[in-house]
T-cell receptor, first 113, second 113 residues
Framework: QQQVKQSPQSLIVQKGGIPIINCAYENTAFDYFPWYQQFPGKGPALLIAIRPDVSEKKEGRFTISFNKSAKQFSLHIMDSQPGDSATYFCAATESYGAQKLVFGQGTRLTINP | DTEVTQTPKHLVMGMTNKKSLKCEQHMGHRAMYWYKQKAKKPPELMFVYSYEKLSINESVPSRFSPECPNSSLLNLHLHALQPEDSALYLC????????????FGAGTRLSVL
């Protein structure tokens, strides 16, 4: 029940396309859902995060869509660029209880020029 | 400044060596974390310190020994490691344990021979 399932494992998109990465969870106590971006040789960096009281959050070219009833959330990258090529991790945590970040398995995204 | 600094960047050690990894943050954060990350996998939580006290130990083998000397510093002491312990070791910090944003360092790439 602590798992976060992420798909796809890898994704190749042409420049300007809209890659979509999906995540699903079971634990209804999760109340904070961040996305991390990791470049090779670097630590993960927070990209954008959402709480379950909103259905969508946009920051620049990055948008999270959240479906509380389906227990699913997704990341969309508008007008994707080669510099967006990285590994993306969704995650979830709860304000009470374990208070640990539970990561999805990651998506390796490649944006071709 | 949202920087978490880890040293060294790379470390090669034999199975009988004793070494330490260091992590420093000056953001006034009161929660600090150690993660282990294998290639193409998400970070795995090892330890959490909250207000300089060990809050979570994810059943990590005793050959890994964490230490939090003060609110800005976190160490990971290594002794008698195995080759399978080779990985990227990431430090992170957050304002408090739980839903606050975790800021990651660039990690220490550890190789155990």
């Amino acid at each position: 029940q602590q798992q976060v399932k992420q798909s796809p494992q890898s994704l190749i998109v042409q420049k300007g396309g809209i890659p979509i990465i999906n995540c699903a969870y079971e634990n209804t106590a999760f109340d904070y859902f961040p996305w991390y971006q990791q470049f090779p040789g670097k630590g993960p960096a927070l990209l954008i995060a959402i709480r379950p009281d909103v259905s969508e959050k946009k920051e620049g070219r990055f948008t999270i869509s959240f479906n509380k009833s389906a227990k699913q959330f997704s990341l969309h990258i508008m007008d994707s660029q080669p510099g967006d090529s990285a590994t993306y991790f969704c995650a979830a945590t709860e304000s009470y209880g374990a208070q640990k970040l539970v990561f999805g398995q990651g998506t390796r995204l490649t944006i071709n020029p | 400044d949202t920087e978490v600094t880890q040293t060294p960047k790379h470390l090669v050690m034999g199975m009988t060596n004793k070494k330490s990894l260091k992590c420093e943050q000056h953001m006034g954060h009161r929660a600090m974390y150690w993660y282990k990350q294998k290639a193409k996998k998400p970070p795995e939580l090892m330890f959490v310190y909250s207000y300089e006290k060990l809050s979570i130990n994810e059943s990590v083998p005793s050959r890994f020994s964490p230490e939090c000397p003060n609110s800005s510093l976190l160490n990971l002491h290594l002794h008698a490691l195995q080759p399978e312990d080779s990985a990227l070791y990431l430090c992170a910090s957050s304002q408090r344990q739980g839903v606050d944003i975790q800021y990651f360092g660039a990690g220490t790439r550890l190789s155990v021979l």
